[in-house]
Nanobody, 124 residues
Framework: QVQLVESGGGLVQAGGSLRLSCAVS????????MGWFRQAPGKEREFVAS????????YYADSVKGRFTISRDNAKNTVYLQMNSLKSEDTAVYYC?????????????????WGQGTQVTVSS
């Protein structure tokens, strides 16, 4: 059974930083792309960042480019999202997900397993 467990969310002031982690079990982690998505209150879930199975290919939403960094440690079966210069509009529940293939995607349909989410709240 594939499980994804996010951690690292919390309350932070605008301009601060947080690092989210997502630990994956139940599949060969290094064979699959990973992605981070978020859902703010009253809004649809949106793409944040993705990373390929090797970590060589990374993509970001325009809204987080230059502030967020996605990375992975295949030895630890974990993907990370380093979030810097946080803004109030980054407040959301953040989800990690595993791709159906070796590469990440901005499309939710390309992911088949999801974590339960972790809350990030940025106060202004």
């Amino acid at each position: 059974q594939v499980q994804l467990v996010e951690s690292g969310g919390g309350l932070v002031q605008a301009g601060g930083s947080l690092r989210l982690s997502c630990a994956v079990s139940g599949r060969i982690f290094s064979s699959y792309g990973m992605g981070w998505f978020r859902q703010a209150p009253g809004k649809e879930r949106e793409f944040v960042a993705s990373i390929s199975h090797s970590g060589d290919d990374k993509y970001y939403a325009d809204s987080v480019k230059g502030r967020f960094t996605i990375s992975r440690d295949n030895a630890k079966n974990t993907v990370y999202l380093q979030m810097n210069s946080l803004k109030s509009e980054d407040t959301a529940v953040y989800y990690c997900a595993t791709s159906r293939g070796r590469f990440g995607s901005r499309w939710e349909a390309e992911y088949n397993y999801w974590g339960q989410g972790t809350q990030v709240t940025v106060s202004s």
